[in-house]
């Protein structure tokens, strides 16, 4: 698996708040450094998710190491800015004049597209750093509703400067980068719902809309799989329906005077329905994207890293050849 | 009477806020029908609903005006609900404040205005927040439900007035705003300290773009004032006793963590959360349910139905679900724990999504009965 990304040294991951986007950007991660490359996670959150996943110090705009291969790195725009004045500004003094200024202090907050470019000025930077060569950098970009607007910065920026200035230059380069389908990958974390769906398709329409350029690939994480085979599913649901527990199964599952039998049903019942609506959704996403799509597994652990571990090995897995000929 | 019930009747405001993902459209959408079947007249400001539930709320085109939404029972409430166009907000607030037509077609024109709405961090919301104040203040309904976006960061949404305001500060205002009376000799250039920083941003960032910023500023300065009244309307609001906060997340101790987080914040407004709900919490599965006997009694269940090896591959399912249901009640009793579980209230993962006002009526009713 993971082809579309193999030759690509920058990768975005996006997705909807809530669908397990850090989780799955760790396991991809993880999957690349397992495979012998050297990757650096990028995140750019106020909260660390990679620390906690990861089991990593916390760390502040410093590369650590997590092992296996991989690094990780917790971007702060502030200091981006810094960094990014002092490249393209004459003199230190001015770069202390502009950052310490309460009011220009208070402009970049709260400015559009300043934290953005800088960030992304920086992740350019490390992808040059000669001394220390990034086969993969993975950058954890922000929820898929700004991530569009997060990438489409650096052409906004010097359309906006009308190409004038180091900062506009810095930006077209920054653009054709994210703009090479041979050089980066965009990447969607999605989960086998109504909304995470929809916004998915959305976003490679939005992406090629304004980029030029569509996902390359889709993980679609916590797929629930089949509970009762094929052949046995029939018979299954008759027994189900016989007994009354189709209809409602959380009801008969919070129902505590109910014979456990019963209850055994219902639960498995309540996980055929979580693996129908899961199917439905991705038969929607195959149908509307024309990117690589894999599923992730629901995965029945308990600790954060367990789960990433277990989602690193799936996506080393060969593809199942039965997968293929489909 | 539990609280989620006395909330429902007696607040003005309810403000759901919690992180991404969790449901908290639904859930506040679920909120309003309760509190329309109690009588009230209600009104659900929503930011971005799921399709189908904008569709069983019968919202299929994307409008930023309240829409009434039929409840067909013979109720005495009323429930509204309306989706928050930013764009058109920050427009309608624009249209509203300019004080010459052509303040208003300059700002619409000038570049950075242009990206405004959907670049600025935190002007989603802002906008909504804003568009509560209208709707708060407007005498018609009872109860506002605001579903609040989700923030990466819990302190932006408390902030965004501040923040808003932060952005056309007077002082920021004056470095980009030509002093209209100050003589444009050289003496005033050299010395004129706006015109340093401006000098080393254009520097930086090309001419044309300071060139629009000033602009920007120059024509959206009559604003400022609206920005600021506005503003401290709404801090108000959200500090007014009958203003409730729900918290809606899921049972994942990541996102409980930003639950709580945003909890401690409220503080800030002499807020707490009246309720935490917990939605999608994977229904009881208890160990106890599997021993022999259960296999047993399964095929028997099953009589003719009985496939050979159903009851097995139904025990392992079940077991599997075992550990994920236990470890979901582990962080529901924790929870309870730090913040009382009369606070507490739970929603079960149905197997189907909420495409309906029935289902909608069911999930209301987990916090509600």
């Keep these: ?326 | 009477m539990s609280r989620f019930n006395t909330m429902v009747k007696t607040a003005r405001l309810i403000v759901c806020a919690g992180p991404g993902g969790v449901g908290k459209t639904t859930t506040s959408a679920a909120i309003g029908l309760r509190a329309a079947q109690a009588g009230r007249k209600v009104i659900v400001l929503t930011i971005d609903p799921a399709k189908r539930l904008a569709n069983s709320l019968g919202l299929d085109a994307l409008t930023n005006e309240p829409q009434r939404i039929d409840l067909t029972e013979d109720e005495s409430g009323e429930l509204w609900a309306m989706m928050l166009d930013q764009q058109q907000t920050l427009d309608d607030l624009v249209a509203r404040y300019a004080p010459d037509k052509g303040a208003l077609s300059r700002s619409k024109e000038n570049n950075i205005y242009r990206l405004l709405s959907s670049a600025l961090a935190g002007m989603q919301e802002y906008m909504a927040l804003d568009k509560l104040h209208d709707l708060y203040t407007g005498g018609y309904f009872d109860l506002v439900v605001l579903d609040t976006p989700p923030t990466k960061n819990a302190l932006d949404f408390l902030q965004t007035p501040g923040r808003a305001r932060q952005f056309f500060d007077d002082r920021v205002m004056k470095w980009f705003i030509p002093s209209k009376t100050a003589k444009k000799g050289l003496f005033t250039r050299v010395f004129d300290p706006g015109s340093v920083v401006l000098g080393l941003l254009g520097k930086v960032f090309g001419e044309t773009f300071v060139t629009d910023l000033v602009d920007f500023f120059d024509t959206l300065s009559f604003l400022q004032d609206a920005l600021r009244t506005r503003g401290e309307m709404i801090d108000f609001i959200l500090r007014d006793p009958q203003t409730r906060f729900v918290l809606i997340t899921s049972a994942d101790s990541r996102r409980i963590k930003e639950a709580l987080f945003f909890h401690e914040k409220l503080k800030s407004l002499d807020q707490h959360a009246e309720a935490f709900v917990l939605n999608r919490v994977i229904p009881r599965f208890d160990q106890e349910d599997l021993d022999l006997s259960t296999i047993e009694a399964l095929g028997a269940l099953l009589e003719d139905d009985n496939v050979e090896g159903l009851p097995e591959s139904l025990r392992a399912n079940y077991a599997r679900l075992t550990k994920l249901s236990e470890h979901n009640r582990g962080i529901i009793d924790n929870l309870a724990r730090q913040v009382g579980s009369d606070r507490l209230f739970t929603i079960p993962m149905f197997g189907e999504d909420v495409h309906d006002l029935g289902t909608l009526e069911m999930l209301g009713r987990h916090l509600t009965e």
């Design chain 1, 1 to 326: 698996m993971l082809e579309s990304l193999d030759q690509k040294r920058l990768i975005f991951v996006t997705g909807k708040g809530g669908v397990g986007k850090s989780t799955c950007t760790a396991a991809l991660a993880l999957a690349l450094a397992k495979r012998g490359r050297r990757v650096l996670v990028v995140e750019t959150d106020a909260y660390s998710a990679m620390s906690v996943i990861l089991g990593a110090p916390e760390s502040e705009h410093t590369i650590i190491d997590v092992g296996h291969g991989l690094h990780a790195i917790n971007l702060r725009s502030a200091q981006s800015l810094v960094e990014t004045l002092t490249r393209y500004l004459p003199s230190e003094r001015v770069v202390k004049a502009i950052t310490q200024n309460r009011v220009t202090h208070s402009f970049f907050d709260s400015a559009p597209s300043v934290s953005e470019f800088v960030l992304l000025d920086k992740i350019m930077s490390l992808l040059d750093d000669k001394d220390n060569h990034w086969d993969h950098i993975v950058v954890d970009l922000p929820a898929s509703g700004h991530a569009v607007t997060f990438l489409s910065v650096p052409k906004t920026l010097n359309g906006m400067m009308k190409g004038v200035g180091p900062i506009a230059k810095r930006a077209q380069d920054v653009d054709a980068m994210i703009a090479s389908t041979t050089r980066a990958a965009i990447v969607a974390i999605c989960l086998p719902e109504e909304m995470p769906v929809n916004e998915t398709i959305e976003l490679s329409a939005n992406l090629k809309k304004t980029l030029g350029r569509g996902l390359d690939l889709t993980l679609v994480n916590m797929v629930h799989d089949r509970p009762v085979d094929e052949d046995a599913e029939d018979d299954f649901e008759r027994a189900s329906m016989r007994l009354r527990i189709r209809t409602n199964p959380t009801g008969v599952l919070a129902d505590s005077s109910v014979a456990a039998p019963l209850r055994v049903l219902a639960g498995n019942q309540l996980s055929l329905k979580w693996f129908k609506r899961d199917q439905i959704y991705l038969g929607l996403l195959r149908k509307n994207l024309k990117c690589e799509i894999v599923e992730l597994p629901m995965v029945y652990k308990i600790k954060e890293r367990d789960i990433v571990d277990e989602l690193a090995s799936h996506l080393n897995t060969d593809p199942d050849p039965a997968s293929l000929a489909s």
